[in-house]
């Protein structure tokens, strides 16, 4: 099997003589005490993030009770926050603040308790009324991807495959603007817990635009797009749509067969060396149109020949039927790179293997008129050093939508670049270094999201 990238650090142990009583010295913000809810939360982030804002001046209370102002969150479901929040013994919960875990990072980076926005807002769903089938949205959607958990569970499927749809038109026809819209509309609904069934509760989403609303506004009274439904039948899409695809989906065990496969010749040549499966599979899909590794070694510079010598051993093996290879291009001279989709220039090859019925799982995904003992599976493969692998599981590892408004967030908000590559800080003229996702993560400000929390 190939294995797991990253060696979980170890976390250090809190001491419960501290983390149990508030500390009172130091204090600048009298008006200001908070709750840090530990659902969701953990036990261990809860007792770091209360040293964290003990030691900016904060009051952060041990226990709720009717003497907290603010109430900290990090669960995303409101009902349920709400229903915790409503079955305890507060009396005042009506004029406490109960915030998303945005407000606590805000604060925290500007040292001071921020202005409550709408945006940071938990909102009470259990306060509409009865009549009310639907329930309220949270407020504190982001208009990044990167700030939003989006699983493979997709609640609102009708709407976002029209608006998949009317981006891909838009995109064969070289629109940019239009097509990010419904791109990030997309995105945006897939990330609700929650189904839309009327307009009002869109009202405080955000990049929903007059085009968006319109096609949501339809699907509502019709059942579908009749736009949508003009595009599906128009034969140039049609002919555009089934150019670059694959005949058949790759699917997750034949992914893994093939891991299992490129594992073994790896290690046959550097035992230890690190191969990940990345893209839609690490992010919990079932199927791909292709396979997408990244292989590295601890030992630097030696990328390249780890790479080609994988080429050879697959060749030899008779498994390599066709293969592309790109010497690494990279130089460290030339960061930080400015383009906002920068592409690697690593050493990698775009590989078609030879995957035999035997060696999966559950044998073969084939038509069945085309059933036989074997199949060719697309596969890229990357090597970046082992000092950049972070950069680049990362920006493998989202969805389109995820890595776009990642590097987005970073320029506009951190004033940093990102790129496969590297994360430069633009305000300390200096590259920031990673050796795990987190990492990059925590450079941003950012709450770590899961891979499979990244499919928006």
């Known amino acids: 099997m190939f294995h797991t990238p990253i060696v979980p650090r170890g976390r250090k142990r ?42 900016k001046g904060f009051i952060v209370e041990d226990v709720l009770s009717d003497v907290v102002t603010h109430v900290v969150s990090e669960d995303s479901q409101a009902s349920s926050l709400w229903a ?17 875990i945005s407000w606590f990072t805000d604060s925290m980076r500007e040292g001071k308790p921020v202005a409550v926005e709408t945006r940071h807002l938990i909102q009470d769903t259990l306060a509409a009324s009865p009549e009310a089938t639907t329930p309220t949205p949270v407020s504190t959607v982001s208009r990044y991807a990167c700030q939003r958990r989006t699983t493979t569970k997709n609640n609102n499927k009708i709407f976002t495959d029209a608006f998949e749809v009317l981006a891909e038109s838009h995109e064969f026809n070289d ?26 509760v869109t009202e405080d989403l955000p990049c929903l635009g007059e085009h968006t609303m319109c096609v949501i506004k339809e699907i509502l009274q019709h059942g579908r797009s009749f736009e949508v439904e003009k595009i599906l039948s128009n034969e140039r899409y049609q002919i555009l749509k089934v150019i670059p695809r694959s005949k058949w989906a790759v699917s997750k065990a034949e992914a893994q067969a093939l891991g299992n496969i490129i594992d073994e010749a790896v290690r046959a040549i550097t035992p230890d ?16 149109h292709d396979v997408d590794f990244i292989v590295t070694t601890p030992q630097l510079g030696k990328e390249e020949r780890l790479l080609t010598s994988v080429i050879d051993r697959l060749k030899q093996q008779g498994i390599l039927l066709y293969c592309e290879y790109q010497a690494s291009t990279f130089d460290e001279s030339k960061l930080p790179n400015h383009r906002f989709e920068a592409m690697d220039h690593f050493a990698k090859c775009f590989l078609i293997l030879r995957l035999e019925d035997s060696q999966v799982e559950g044998g073969l995904q084939t038509a069945e008129e085309n059933r036989r003992s074997w199949r060719a599976v697309r596969v890229d493969l990357v ?3 082992v000092d950049r692998y972070a950069f ?11 890595e776009r408004d990642l590097r987005r ?4 908000e951190r004033r940093m670049l990102l790129d496969n590559h590297a994360l430069y800080d633009k305000t300390k003229k200096e590259f920031l270094a990673a050796t795990t996702e987190k990492d ?9 999201i899961e891979p499979w929390q990244r499919n928006a």
Not at 274 to 287: C, E, N, P, Q, S
Not at 409 to 412: D, L, N, Q, S, Y
Not at 440 to 448: A, K, R
């Open 409 to 412: 967030f970073a320029r506009m």
């Open 383 to 385: 090597s970046p050093p």
């Open 14 to 55: 809190s001491r419960p003589a501290e983390a149990s009583a508030p500390r009172r010295e130091g204090v600048k913000f009298e008006d200001v005490r908070l709750y840090l809810v530990e659902r969701k939360m953990g036990r261990s982030r809860r007792s770091f993030l209360t040293e964290l804002a003990r030691s």
């Open 84 to 100: 915790w929040l409503k079955g305890g013994p507060v009396k005042n919960l009506p004029v406490m603040h109960v915030l998303d």
């Open 273 to 288: 060396a690190v191969l990940t499966l990345t893209g839609g599979f690490r992010r919990g899909k079932d199927f791909g």
């Open 392 to 402: 680049t599981l990362l920006g493998w590892s989202g969805s389109r939508q995820f």
């Open 175 to 200: 629109m940019e603007g239009p097509c990010l819209a419904f791109r990030r509309a997309a995105s945006v609904l897939k990330s609700l817990p929650w189904t839309v069934q009327n307009l009002r």
């Open 440 to 448: 990059i993560f925590t450079h941003l400000g950012l709450e770590y």
